[in-house]
């Protein structure tokens, strides 16, 4: 059984920029959340997707978007990059219905 | 509105036992979970707890939980180096047909050899 994965690893952008993560969920789960960990803080929720489309949304503005695939992985865009968007952007997977969010170890964005 | 708080630093000397704690704010949360994050790692799931628990142990780790102060703690016995971390304690928050996780900032583990 092969845990939550993401990609890239780090990732180096500028202002103004877009910036597309992605995530793989563990075998068998059919709900993805992504979260911001800015640096010396917890996670915030950023959205959640499951059966491919948002179900559940935290304080986060439009510019920051997602999407679910019919295999459960899923992809976080973030358009016209700003500063305060340097973090790191977690996802976690779960099954529905289950009370458990298994993490992936990350993607570290740095926005110039 | 929901909010988790915990104190920011915890040192211990190895063998020690460690108490984290954890308060929170949503009367309605079911489910109180530990994490731990390691230095430029992701968050592994330690443990969670039923809110209609007291307390759950598993292994070195146990939780212990008062919901009329929602107040959370975790005990970590015989506390070993690998054990430093930052703990961070969540609760789920329903909002759909699914929760999301409300953390607080972290505790940082120092444990001394």
């Known amino acids: 059984e092969t845990g939550v994965t993401q990609s890239p690893t780090h990732l180096i952008k500028t202002r103004g920029q877009q910036v597309t993560l992605r995530c793989s969920s563990q075998?068998?789960?059919?709900?993805v959340s992504w979260y911001q960990q800015a640096l010396g803080q917890g996670p915030q929720f950023i959205f959640q997707?499951?059966?491919?489309?948002?179900?559940g949304r935290g304080n986060f503005p439009p510019r920051f978007s997602g999407l679910q695939f019919p295999n459960y992985s899923s992809e976080l865009n973030v358009n016209a990059l700003e500063l305060d968007d340097s973090a790191l952007y977690l996802c976690?997977?779960?099954?529905?219905?289950?009370?458990?969010?298994?993490f992936g170890p990350g993607t570290r964005l740095t926005v110039l | 509105g929901e909010d988790v708080e915990q104190s920011l630093f915890l040192s211990v000397r190895e063998g020690d036992s460690s108490v984290i704690n954890c308060t929170y704010t949503?009367?309605?949360?079911?489910?109180l979970y530990w994490y731990k994050q390691e230095p430029g790692a992701g968050l592994q799931l330690l443990t969670y707890?039923?809110?209609?628990?007291d307390m759950k142990q598993d292994q070195r780790l146990t939780v212990l939980l008062n919901k009329k102060d929602k107040h959370l703690s975790l005990r970590i016995a015989d506390t070993q180096t690998g054990d430093s971390a930052i703990y961070f304690c969540?609760?789920?928050?329903?909002?759909?047909?699914?929760?999301?996780?409300?953390f607080g900032k972290g505790t940082k583990l120092s444990v001394k050899p």
């Open positions: 949503d009367s309605s949360s079911t489910y």
């Open positions: 969540a609760e789920i928050l329903y909002g759909g047909s699914q929760g999301n996780l409300i």
């Open positions: 707890i039923f809110s209609n628990m």
């Open positions: 976690a997977s779960s099954l529905s219905g289950d009370n458990e969010q298994f």
């Open positions: 075998s068998g789960h059919n709900t």
């Open positions: 997707y499951y059966r491919e489309e948002e179900n």
